[in-house]
């Protein structure tokens, strides 16, 4: 990996490392070197360097609520937003738990598009008639439901 003007160059091997980091964080520095034919040392430095750099953010653990009995409803929620209050609607949405993701986008309109989580449809329902849709700067709300889940990564990018 090179840093040139604030810029992150990774070579064939940090991403090769990122790729397999990606798909199982939990495997030691000694087995990503071996699947790679490297030293774990350098498997170590090179991840040690992605860390203090910033590609690599956290580790997380996934969990499938399904297998713990929750069946809860998740919603991709599109926001038309006053431009100038987007920033803010964001930002006040990413504080709620019930929030995963946050992403603003601009087409002939700024959106602001939530992808939330809740217990059931009912607290769906009321999560976004008590905390979304007050929210100043709020022009409507859309709420498309999901129904079945086919494809679900935190992260992926081919390297």
């Known amino acids: 990996m090179k840093v040139k003007k604030g810029r992150i160059f990774l070579d064939d091997l940090d991403r090769k490392i990122l790729e397999i980091l990606m ?5 030691t520095y000694t087995e990503i070197g071996k ?4 030293a774990h040392s350098t498997v170590y430095e090179r991840i040690r360097k992605l860390e203090e750099n910033g ?3 956290k580790y997380t653990a996934i969990i499938d609520l399904d297998k713990l009995g929750f069946k809860p409803t998740t ?5 038309y937003s006053d431009p100038k209050e ?16 946050v992403l603003i986008s601009l087409s002939e309109e700024f959106l602001i598009i939530a992808k939330v989580i809740a217990e059931n449809q009912e607290k769906l329902h009321s999560f976004i008639v ?3 849709a007050p929210l100043p700067g709020v022009l409507r709300v859309r709420t498309a439901i999901i129904t079945k889940k086919i ?9």
Do not use: P, Q, W
């Not at 494809?151 to 390297?159: C, H, I, Q, R, V």
């Open 55 to 57: 590609v690599i953010k």
């Open 130 to 132: 008590n905390s979304i």
């Open 86 to 101: 987007s920033e803010n609607i964001a930002r006040k949405l990413a504080k709620s738990k019930n929030v995963l993701e």
């Open 75 to 79: 919603a991709f929620v599109t926001i």
């Open 35 to 38: 699947k790679l034919g490297v």
């Open 151 to 159: 494809k679900e990564l935190s992260s992926t990018f081919n390297m």
């Open 23 to 27: 798909s199982n964080a939990r495997l």
